[in-house]
């Protein structure tokens, strides 16, 4: 297949998607929503395979979507790895308050297997060097793995990015870049996967509607990229004066947050509040599309249909937050 050929599949791809998308909206203004979806996930995509470079920092691929329901604290990046190579990764933290490193099977429709996880925190120093697939100590691989992601978790304004670097160990140099072909397919088949993985997602969260809970056995396996992380999940299903007012329990863990999402699971700006950034008056969470006038509002900026995902790390147990609906008065 030459490169106009493939071109043509990936639009074709595109088109199929969208339709999948439309089908799938609980609304036509969550329909309308899927189509700046689609083409935000459809430019990272591609830009990830015919342009890597472009957003790699230090052996570290920085994409530019926020999508799956990706924590706002979080820089994410991702490198291709060789089962076979040894690397190392090393840095230092700065302001972040952490850093996690996973080793990754892919699978079918975009799920991935852990397969070897380490965290570095502040109290571990402020410089850390982690090993992959260099015997004892090191984080060990398996004839699958080939992906690797970091989590940098930023809780301070304006804070120092942590400084990562991948470094591959065995003297092997890095492998040719595909051709524009070649790209294309694989971005086709990444698309058609990402869609088809995060509809599910959306349609098994949508069936607790405006409560959260334990996130459900069929995701958390999927889900679960953070070995450290515990998750509930939920749908807000709200009129214009309707609110969910959310009571989060106590906990030991050492980070936790909530966030609300649009259906597609793509962050709401500003809707978020993590341990650093709640009002210390309050534990009480607000969701809704009007000011509240009470602390802690998650704004889903007028979205009706929603999801919301909270995350504990390190926690010890995850207790269930009380959720009730509320009537916002004018």
């Not at 852990?114 to 925190?121: G, I, K, L, P």
Request: proline content about 7%; overall charge negative.
């Amino acid at each position: 297949m030459n490169a106009e050929a493939a071109w043509a599949g990936f639009l074709d791809a595109a088109r199929i998607c969208a339709d999948r998308l439309n089908a799938a909206a609980p609304d036509s203004a969550t329909a309308e929503e899927a189509v700046g979806y689609l083409a935000r996930l459809s430019a990272s995509v591609l830009a990830q395979m015919l342009d890597p470079a472009d957003r790699t920092i230090d052996g570290i691929y920085y994409p530019a979507a926020r999508i799956g329901g990706q924590n706002p604290d979080y820089r994410m990046g991702s490198a291709q790895i060789n089962p076979k190579g040894r690397y190392r990764i090393s840095g230092r933290l700065n302001d972040a308050a952490r850093v996690a490193i996973g080793l990754y099977t892919p699978q079918p429709q975009a799920a991935l297997d852990m397969d070897a996880y380490r965290s570095v925190w502040p109290h571990d120093g402020d410089s850390f060097s982690v090993e992959i697939n260099c015997g004892e100590g090191s984080l060990a691989v398996r004839p699958t793995t080939t992906l690797l992601i970091i989590r940098e978790l930023q809780l301070k304004p304006g804070g120092r990015r942590a400084e990562i670097r991948l470094e591959r160990l065995d003297g092997a140099g890095d492998p040719p870049p595909l051709p524009p072909a070649a790209a294309l397919g694989f971005a086709t088949a990444t698309l058609d996967a990402l869609v088809s993985q995060f509809i599910r997602w959306s349609n098994v969260i949508a069936r607790t509607r405006n409560a959260l809970v334990r996130m459900p056995a069929e995701l958390d396996d999927v889900v679960r990229g953070d070995a450290e992380t515990r998750y509930l999940t939920g749908h807000f299903d709200l009129a214009p004066d309707e609110a969910l007012e959310i009571d989060m329990p106590e906990t030991d863990a050492g980070y936790w947050m909530i966030q609300a999402t649009n259906h597609w699971l793509e962050p709401i700006p500003g809707a978020s509040r993590n341990n650093v950034t709640i009002d210390p008056a309050s534990r009480t969470v607000i969701v809704s599309a009007r000011d509240p006038s009470r602390p802690n509002w998650l704004d889903t900026q007028g979205r009706r249909h929603g999801q919301m995902l909270a995350r504990l790390v390190g926690a010890s147990e995850l207790r269930v937050p009380a959720v009730r609906k509320l009537i916002i008065s004018a």
